[in-house]
């Protein structure tokens, strides 16, 4: 199974990035998905999840209002919109489906991961 996360750089604070996580079909039609990440000694954490329709999502409270998650199942690919970057959002951003075809918010829930893509914001 393979999921392709894209869209990491460096950006100033404040600026904005867009990543993309492509997925086989099989694997994420049916099931929720959502965006990790992990800083530099500390552990992941979940940033943003949405279930299989799109119709219901989920927001760390550090990323309310700043960032939007959002999926197109036509194209098997989730998208995550950052807004208003501040450098405590550097980290490696990491994509995931989950077994379920609802939100969770345990990383125990999700079975499949992409590589990871950089995302690094400058003060």
């Known amino acids: 199974v393979q999921l392709q996360a894209s869209g990491g750089g460096l950006v100033q604070a404040g600026g904005s990035l867009r990543l993309s996580c492509a997925a086989a079909a099989r694997t994420s039609s049916n099931n929720a998905m959502g965006w990790f990440r992990q800083a530099p000694e500390k552990e992941r954490e979940l940033v943003a999840a949405?279930?299989?329709?799109?119709?219901?999502?989920y927001y760390a409270h550090s990323v309310k209002g700043r960032f939007t998650i959002s999926r197109d199942n036509a194209k098997n690919t989730m998208y995550l919109q950052m807004n208003s970057l501040e450098p405590e959002d550097t980290a490696v951003y990491y994509c995931?489906?989950?077994?379920?075809?609802?939100?969770?918010?345990?990383?125990?829930?999700?079975?499949?991961w992409g590589r990871g893509t950089l995302v690094t914001v400058s003060s």
């Open positions: 949405i279930n299989w329709r799109g119709s219901d999502s």
């Open positions: 995931a489906v989950a077994r379920s075809s609802g939100i969770t918010r345990s990383s125990t829930g999700y079975q499949y």
